[in-house]
T-cell receptor, first 113, second 118 residues
Framework: AQSVAQPEDQVNVAEGNPLTVKCTYS??????LFWYVQYPNRGLQFLLK??????LVKGSYGFEAEFNKSQTSFHLKKPSALVSDSALYFC???????????FGQGTELSVKP | ETGVTQTPRHLVMGMTNKKSLKCEQH?????MYWYKQSAKKPLELMFV???????ENNSVPSRFSPECPNSSHLFLHLHTLQPEDSALYLC?????????????????FGPGTRLTVL
């Protein structure tokens, strides 16, 4: 069965420091991986995706994610965090057979000045 | 703006009321989705419509009734809800509902309807 795990409910980072939000997945075939961000009182916004190709994927707002097949991970990263990055981040996976996305439970990122 | 709108943004209803949530997408997409988002839980997929036909129904209680009159509009009709149904209900759309195909199938989400059942 497909699943996604975000092991941290909350991540706290100081502004200007690098940030990492972790995600691991389990699928039976090739994974298609996504990151979404949700700001307060808003819907989810697409950040980036991995379908195939380079393991390092660049997305919106300076975010990037690294696909690691051996560790079945797809961690979200940013070299220098901003206070405005504070939000709820969701990792999602879709396998080749199914059309639907399976979401993790979300990680709340808090960036302090 | 993502091109997906939802109304109302907030709704308070009693357990005996009937209400409807509306979603509209302006992206020319063929697939639309309803999700339930509760605190500290993963998003729960409720229904999927592709070209106005329901293709997924994830064991959702019958007190939730979806309707998709055309590819741009999606409704969720609510009847005799329970307090545990209080949540944020999100609508999304994507270019296609495409099992077995890769590609640009990211979903675009509306802002959600915050539902409170008293």
């Amino acid at each position: 069965a497909q699943s996604v795990a975000q092991p941290e409910d909350q991540v706290n980072v100081a502004e200007g420091n690098p940030l990492t939000v972790k995600c691991t997945y389990s699928v039976s075939g090739n994974p298609y991986l996504f990151w979404y961000v949700q700001y307060p009182n808003r819907g989810l916004q697409f950040l980036l995706k991995y379908i195939t190709g380079d393991n390092l994927v660049k997305g919106s707002y300076g975010f990037e994610a690294e696909f690691n097949k051996s560790q079945t991970s797809f961690h979200l990263k940013k070299p220098s965090a901003l206070v405005s990055d504070s939000a709820l981040y969701f990792c999602a996976v879709r396998d080749f057979q199914g059309g639907k996305l399976i979401f993790g439970q979300g990680t709340e990122l808090s960036v302090k000045p | 703006e993502t091109g997906v709108t939802q109304t109302p943004r907030h709704l308070v209803m009693g357990m005996t009321n009937k209400k409807s949530l509306k979603c509209e997408q302006h992206l020319g997409h063929n697939a639309m989705y309803w999700y339930k988002q509760s605190a500290k839980k993963p998003l729960e997929l409720m229904f999927v419509y592709s070209l106005e036909e329901r293709v997924e129904n994830n064991s959702v209680p019958s007190r939730f009734s979806p309707e998709c009159p055309n590819s741009s509009h999606l409704f969720l009709h609510l009847h005799t809800l329970q307090p545990e149904d209080s949540a944020l209900y999100l609508c999304a759309s994507s270019q296609e509902w495409a099992p077995g195909l890769a590609g640009n199938n990211e979903q675009f989400f509306g802002p959600g309807t915050r539902l409170t059942v008293l």
